[in-house]
């Protein structure tokens, strides 16, 4: 009789950890890929991900050292200011996906929203 109840006891931790899986919100997956892009840049550097070095005259109709300069700063600071900028907006950035996650655990759709305004401000 003690082996079955060790087996019931099993069985309802397995249901258990299959319905808190299967009770993930509207947004699970959308906030997972967004939090693992914000986290690929940072703030005042650009993307932090391996990309290829720019050559001289990669763009078509400027003198090779402006091409390989603005090809080298795109999206990155270039003043404090700028890192000041990108920092700030990465901070709302973070707080649009915070509010994301806690509507999403709610099970509330307009966590959608707040995924789309996390992810414009992570563009920017």
Known sequence: MKRS???????AMV???FSVRASAGPCT???AELSKQMARSDAGSGPTGARPAPTAGDQKGQHPAT????KETEGKATSPLD????TQIKGEASNAL???RK??????YECM??????EQLSRL
Request: charged share 15%; hydrophobic share 60%; glycine share 2%.
């Open 5 to 11: 109840t060790k087996v019931i006891a099993i069985s």
């Open 15 to 17: 249901l258990a950890l």
């Open 29 to 31: 997956q959308q906030i």
């Open 67 to 70: 091409s390989l300069m603005a």
């Open 83 to 86: 890192a000041q900028r990108q």
């Open 98 to 100: 915070a509010l994301a």
């Open 103 to 108: 509507l999403d655990a709610e099970g509330r």
């Open 113 to 118: 929203d707040a995924v789309n305004i996390a």
